[in-house]
């Protein structure tokens, strides 16, 4: 195929993420160019629903008038200030307060940063230091789970819990373990009920705990929704059952909310959705509508008492980025939280969700279609070459990333995950008719891959 002189000059000057780098070669990006609600355009000018809200993240869909000016008028006043060595700015406090008003759990403090990776990675940071503070220095090893995402970092990379993240990157680092996900529909076992599967998953983490040693396992980590692992949506029951283990060996409890904060669920967290109860969370994206780089942790009292205590100690807290609270970022997020809640975002949402889930449970009677599960706003189907025997497709087949390629075609962006997922994640403002055309694409692009896979014979290749 011929490329454009912007592709040609992307191919030799960037490196792309999850991209198969030999094969981007030959084919080269698609170029964005501009952004509108919930639609983006490409430089052929070729129109898309954004189904994914970028990368789960673009919430209050684009070019939003409001965070455009917050951001100018930020840029106007006071571009950059830090916060190291007792420094402070008007909009990284603002910040700190709108995030504890809202927080799921009971806050004392928020310590910001740049991104989900770089949360995660702080909490880790500061789950070891909490530890030492309270003298129980062996309880430093850390509790992921099977299909989980919680960042590329070294530490957060070692958390996620998914093969190219860590395959030849000498990951896991160690004290990082993974238990099983409550993923149903590959996980439970023949005639087993959801209570008895979420029985199962707390027993199994009871017993790894203690076969670990309680007073060795400090944290574990869990997202409401797994969503790059391939939106798996937890039973009712899940997680107040492993809280209960959790509490039961004094093991820290972090809430990943990148992906589910701020309304994607139809609760302003996800954490109020599944009846979390965490000790602490991570956020980011949807922090600022991901119109700019923030993210942050919250902090509880007794982990406040241990960075106090650490401090008074070696005689600094030696933790920070040089853009922690940057002053431009934390304008747009301040006013992003302010959209939310003039906008009532979340009323929205679950005003939105019984059309978005209903179309994803009609998707279960498409033949390609293995499962399709849906929550709030975020969903997915999986696609299988036999339904009855749930038989995926082999991987060399690229059935997930083809059905992307096919939706794209008829102009609508979803994301392939491992296992021949899409997942569909859009922009929380969309409105009733745009998520009833985003799913009529959607069908389209199923039924061009299943002629595809019928053509090919890939159900018996």
């Not at 639609?39 to 070019?63: F, M, P, R």
């Not at 990082?176 to 707390?202: K, W």
């Not at 701020?262 to 109860?277: A, E, K, P, W």
Request: glycine share 8%; hydrophobic share 40%.
């Amino acid at each position: 195929m011929d490329l454009t002189n912007a592709q040609m000059r992307d191919i030799e000057t960037l490196i792309h993420p999850y991209t198969n780098l030999d094969a981007f070669r030959q084919t080269g990006p698609v170029v964005m160019e501009r952004g509108e609600g919930i639609h983006v355009w490409d430089t052929n000018g070729k129109q898309y629903i954004e189904g994914l809200a970028g990368l789960w993240c673009t919430s209050l869909g684009y070019n939003e008038k409001e965070l455009i000016e917050a951001a100018t008028q930020q840029l106007a006043t006071l571009p950059y200030t830090h916060t190291f060595a007792g420094k402070s700015h008007e909009r990284a406090i603002e910040l700190a307060e709108a995030v504890k008003e809202i927080s799921p759990h009971p806050t004392s403090k928020v310590l910001f940063c740049g991104s989900g990776s770089e949360a995660n990675d702080q909490q880790i940071k500061l789950i070891w230091y909490y530890n030492n503070a309270r003298g129980k220095t062996a309880k430093k090893k850390i509790i992921s789970r099977k299909r989980a995402y919680h960042g590329v970092t070294v530490a957060t990379a070692s958390l996620t819990g998914l093969v190219p993240n860590q395959r030849d990157f000498d990951l896991p680092i160690d004290r990082i373990h993974h238990v099983n996900c409550p993923f149903a529909y590959r996980e439970a076992e023949p005639g087993e009920t959801d209570d008895q599967f979420t029985d199962r998953l707390a027993k199994e983490l009871d017993q790894f705990i203690e076969h670990e040693g309680p007073d060795t396992v400090a944290a574990f980590f869990a997202e409401p929704i797994q969503g790059a692992g391939g939106v798996l949506i937890p039973a009712d029951g899940y997680f107040p059952k492993i809280k209960k283990v959790l509490d039961k060996h004094d093991v820290y409890f972090v809430a990943d909310e990148v992906i589910c904060g701020f309304g994607r669920t139809g609760n302003m967290f996800g954490s109020q959705t599944f009846d979390m109860q965490p000790d602490s969370i991570s956020v980011a994206k949807a922090l600022s509508s991901a119109y700019l780089p923030i993210g942050a942790i919250t902090i509880g009292d007794q982990m406040y008492e241990a960075m106090l205590e650490e401090s008074r100690k070696i005689g600094t807290f030696g933790h920070g980025y040089t853009y922690t609270a940057h002053p431009v970022c934390a304008a747009v997020a301040i006013k992003t939280l302010e959209i939310y809640k003039k906008r009532d975002i979340v009323g929205h949402v679950r005003k939105l969700a019984p059309v978005f889930e209903a179309r994803f449970a009609k998707l279960a009677d498409h033949p390609l279609v293995g499962n399709a599960r849906a929550k709030g706003l975020i969903g997915a189907v999986e696609l299988v070459a036999d339904k009855a025997a749930k038989r995926s497709f082999d991987p060399a087949q690229k059935v997930g990333i083809t059905c992307q390629m096919n939706a794209e075609a008829e102009g609508l962006l979803s994301r392939a995950l491992g296992g021949d997922i899409v997942a569909l994640c859009p922009p929380l403002i969309i409105q009733e008719d745009e998520v009833n055309e985003m799913f009529d694409r959607l069908e389209r692009a199923l039924d061009a891959t299943e002629h595809w896979v019928a053509k090919e014979g890939l159900r018996t290749a």
